[in-house]
């Protein structure tokens, strides 16, 4: 396996089938803009086999916090190691990059995501409530 950060919209596209719906173009282009997002794809023998996102956040009296934006590993790729070694990875970075903490939400009944995480070295911090305010349909999953 080999974990690349990938760079030109040609790897995300090639990763959709990882992500909640297809690629688009502008949106690509826009997330690979972005000096704080970050996109990592595992591959195992040239096929794109798992990805996270991450989203670098930074507060005047917090400094910056990496957010594990969202981890997908193919189906036929899980109980690998693949989640595990993504999430390592991008706290390896965000360690490079000078953030106080790399956080997830994730929900409560995940188990294989709660799993995932805690093998990766995460720590509970408590339980939450995340709400949001949907504003219009952006063509992802809901």
């Known amino acids: 396996m080999e974990i690349r950060r990938a760079t030109t919209?040609?790897?995300?596209?090639?990763?959709?089938?990882?992500?909640?719906?297809?690629?688009?173009?502008?949106?690509?282009?826009?997330?690979l803009a972005s000096p704080g997002h970050v996109m990592l794809i595992a591959y195992v023998d040239g096929f794109p086999a798992g990805m996270v996102s991450g989203i670098e956040m930074c507060h005047p009296d917090k400094g910056t916090e990496?957010?594990?934006?969202?981890?997908?590993?193919?189906?036929?790729?899980?109980r690998r190691g693949i989640g595990r070694a993504l999430t390592e990875a991008l706290a390896a970075l965000a360690r490079e990059r000078d953030c106080y903490d790399l956080w997830v939400g994730v929900e409560t009944d995940n188990e294989p995501a709660l799993a995932t995480y805690r093998s990766a070295g995460a720590e509970d911090d408590g339980v939450f409530a995340m709400l949001s305010w949907p504003f219009k349909e952006s063509g992802g999953a809901r």
């Not at 090639?14 to 826009?30: K, N, S, T």
């Open 9 to 31: 919209v040609v790897e995300l596209g090639a990763a959709q089938h990882l992500f909640d719906g297809p690629v688009r173009q502008a949106w690509a282009e826009r997330f």
């Open 66 to 78: 990496m957010c594990l934006y969202e981890l997908g590993v193919d189906e036929a790729y899980r």
